[in-house]
C-alpha cells in the first residue's frame, strides 16, 4: 500500500504496472489520468492563483520563517495504512519533503519512506531502480530503464548531424529563472546549444540583462508547476520588458511556451517525451501524433 506524494513517484509506480498498490497521493499528481480517482493527501499551503512574482515572494518568505509551503492530511494518511510512503528530497520548493512529512506527524504511521532526490538523468533512472527494488520488482524496473535510455537514444540518432540552434529553457518568469537540473542534458541530445543554465545544477534566478545578452534563436517558456494554459498567462508578464520585443526569437516567432507542470520540470516518466518535445520545437521533428498545441504552443 503506497500513498505518492510526489508525482513522479506515482508515476514511475505506475509506470512499472504496480498502480494497484496506490491508495494516496498527491494533490499534484495527474499522470496517468486514473490516479485523479485517489485520495489527495496533500494541497498548497498558500493561494497558488496569484501572479508569478507573488507565488515567489510568498515561498520566498514562508523558507526564510519556517512555515511550510504543503499541507499534510496526516489523518487520511493514518487511515489508508500505508506500507510505503514516496516524497522528494531534491528541492525544498517544488513538492512535498521528508521534513514536512516529519512535520505533519506522518512519521508515527509505520510506514517506509522514500525520498526519491533526482537533479540529473541518471538521477531519475537511479530513482526508478530505488522504487522498483522497494516494490520487489528489480527486473521490470531495469527493463524500464532501458526502454526510456532507448527513447532518449532514438532523439538524439534522429537529430544527430542538424545544426544545433541557440536556447534559453525559462522555468520561471518573474523573476526569471533559467532551467537547470536535467534539462540541459534533454536539450543537448534533442540536437540544441543551450546558452544558459547547466546540468545537474539547480535551477537559478538570471538578471534579465543575460537573457538579453545572450539573445538565443528560440525560447522555451516553461514555468515549474504550471499546465500550458497557466504558462501562457505570464506572456504579459515577460512583454513588460522593454527589450522583449528586440529578442531575435521574440522577432522571428520562434518563443514557446510548454507545460512545465508535466514534462520540464517533472522528473519521471516524462523526460523522454520532453526531449522528444525540445527537438520537435527547435528542428520540427515530431515523434509519433504532433505535440504542438497540445502539450505546448508558439507564442
Not at 503506497?2 to 496506490?22: K, N, P, R
Not at 489527495?40 to 496569484?50: E, G, H, K, L, T
Request: aromatic share 6%; charged share 20%.
Amino acid at each position: 500500500r503506497i500513498v505518492s506524494l510526489l508525482a513522479s513517484g506515482t508515476e514511475i509506480v505506475c509506470a512499472l504496472a504496480a498502480g494497484d498498490t496506490l491508495v494516496g497521493r498527491s494533490h499534484e499528481c495527474d499522470n496517468p489520468a486514473w490516479v485523479h480517482s485517489l485520495p489527495a493527501c496533500s494541497q498548497p499551503a498558500f493561494d497558488i492563483s496569484v501572479s508569478s512574482r507573488d507565488i515567489d515572494a510568498e515561498v520566498r518568505r514562508r523558507i526564510h520563517s519556517g512555515e511550510p509551503l504543503y499541507l499534510i492530511d496526516s489523518s487520511l494518511i493514518r487511515s489508508l495504512q500505508p506500507d510505503l510512503v514516496i516524497t522528494q528530497s531534491h528541492c525544498e520548493v517544488c513538492a512535498v519533503t521528508p521534513g514536512d512529512v516529519e512535520r505533519s506527524g506522518v512519521c508515527m504511521v509505520n510506514a517506509r519512506q522514500l525520498a526519491l532526490s533526482a537533479g540529473s538523468l541518471e538521477g531519475i533512472f537511479a530513482d526508478i531502480g530505488r522504487v522498483a527494488r522497494e516494490l520487489g520488482l528489480e527486473k521490470r524496473g531495469c527493463e524500464l530503464i532501458d526502454r526510456e535510455r532507448c527513447r532518449l537514444q532514438t532523439v538524439r540518432a534522429k537529430t544527430a548531424g542538424l545544426r544545433k540552434p541557440t536556447l534559453v529553457m525559462i522555468e520561471w518568469t518573474d523573476p526569471i529563472f533559467a532551467m537547470g537540473n536535467w534539462g540541459p542534458e534533454l536539450v543537448e541530445i534533442a540536437g540544441g546549444d543551450l546558452l544558459i543554465g547547466r546540468a545537474g545544477e539547480y535551477s537559478g534566478a538570471i538578471d534579465p540583462a543575460q537573457l538579453r545578452a545572450a539573445d538565443p534563436e528560440f525560447l522555451i517558456v516553461a514555468p515549474c508547476g504550471f499546465s500550458l494554459a497557466r504558462a501562457l498567462q505570464d506572456q504579459a508578464v515577460l512583454e513588460q520588458h522593454p527589450w522583449w520585443g528586440d529578442l531575435q526569437a521574440v522577432r522571428n516567432g520562434k518563443v514557446a511556451f510548454a507545460d512545465g507542470n508535466l514534462f520540464f520540470n517533472r522528473s519521471g516518466m516524462t523526460v523522454a517525451p520532453t526531449a522528444e518535445i525540445i527537438a520537435e520545437i527547435l528542428h520540427g521533428a515530431p515523434f509519433g501524433e504532433r505535440t504542438e498545441g497540445v502539450y505546448w504552443r508558439w507564442l
